[in-house]
C-alpha cells in the first residue's frame, strides 16, 4: 500500500513569512502529487497538480516542487487568508487515491 | 463556471445504505477526460477517497470500502451518485462530490461539492 507522510503535522507562521511543507510517499509517484488547501469550514481547494503546475486562479507565491518520493509546498510571504491545512494526494497509484494526514499552518 | 451540489440524507441508522447523488451545472458530465468523485472527511480528520466513476461505466474504488460501494453516472440528469452500503458510526463524515480531472502525466480533483454531512447513529 502506498503511504503518504507530510511534515511537519503543523506549523506557526507570521504573515509574510516563507512557509516549506513537505510530503513524502512511500514508494515513487513520479510527479503524480497534488497539493490542496483547505480552511475550517470549507471545501478543500486545489492549489498545485502534478507536482509543480499552478492551478488557474491561485496566486503565484504558491509552488510546488519535487518528483520520484519527495515533493514540497512552498508559500512565499504567508497571507493572512494562507492560514489553514493543506493536504497532498497521490494519483499515480489508481486504485488508491491516498492523501496525506494534512499540515496546519497557524498563526505564531 | 462547473458547480457540484451534493444531496441526500443527513442521518442513518447503523446498517442502513447510504444514497448521495451529485448534481452538475455548468457543464456536461459525459465530457471526454472527466472522472466523477467521492471523498469524505470524518470529523476533524483528514480526507478519504472513496471512488471516481467515468460516465461510460470505468470505476475505481477503494479498495477498504469495495465492498460496500456502487456508483453510478446519469448522463441524461448529468448527476453522480454513491451508495454505501452497512452504515456504521465510523462512516460518519462530511462527503463530498468533486471532478476528477484525468490527462496525460496529472489526475486530480479541480471542483468540489460544498459537502454533505452524513451521520450515523441509532
Known amino acids: 500500500d502506498i503511504q503518504m507522510t507530510q511534515s511537519p503535522s503543523s506549523l506557526s507562521a507570521s504573515v509574510g513569512d516563507r512557509v516549506t511543507i513537505t510530503c513524502r510517499a512511500s514508494?515513487?509517484?513520479?510527479?503524480?502529487l497534488n497539493w490542496y488547501q483547505q480552511k475550517p469550514g470549507k471545501v478543500p481547494k486545489l492549489l498545485i497538480y502534478?507536482?509543480?503546475y499552478l492551478q488557474s486562479g491561485v496566486p503565484s507565491r504558491f509552488s510546488g516542487s519535487g518528483s520520484g518520493t519527495d515533493f514540497t509546498l512552498t508559500i512565499t510571504r504567508l497571507q493572512p487568508e494562507d492560514f489553514a491545512t493543506y493536504y497532498c494526494?497521490?494519483?499515480?497509484?489508481?486504485?488508491?487515491?491516498?492523501f496525506g494526514p494534512g499540515t496546519k499552518v497557524d498563526v505564531k | 463556471q462547473l458547480q457540484l451540489q451534493e444531496s441526500g440524507p443527513g442521518m442513518l441508522k447503523p446498517s442502513e445504505t447510504l444514497s448521495l447523488t451529485c448534481t452538475v451545472s455548468?457543464?456536461?458530465?459525459?465530457?471526454?477526460?472527466?472522472?466523477w468523485g467521492w471523498i469524505r472527511q470524518p470529523p476533524g480528520k483528514g480526507l478519504e477517497w472513496i471512488g471516481s466513476a467515468y460516465y461510460s461505466g470505468s470505476t475505481y474504488y477503494n479498495p477498504s470500502l469495495k465492498s460496500r460501494i456502487t456508483t453510478s453516472v446519469d448522463t441524461s440528469k448529468n448527476q453522480f451518485s454513491l451508495n454505501l452500503n452497512s452504515m456504521t458510526a465510523a462512516d460518519t463524515a462530511v462527503y463530498y462530490c468533486?471532478?476528477?480531472?484525468w490527462g496525460d502525466g496529472y489526475n486530480d480533483f479541480d471542483y468540489w461539492g460544498q459537502g454533505a454531512q452524513v451521520t450515523v447513529s441509532s
Open positions: 502534478a507536482a509543480s
Open positions: 468533486a471532478r476528477h480531472r
Open positions: 514508494q515513487s509517484i513520479r510527479s503524480y
Open positions: 494526494q497521490q494519483s499515480y497509484f489508481t486504485d488508491r487515491f491516498t
Open positions: 455548468g457543464g456536461s458530465i459525459s465530457r471526454n477526460g472527466y472522472y
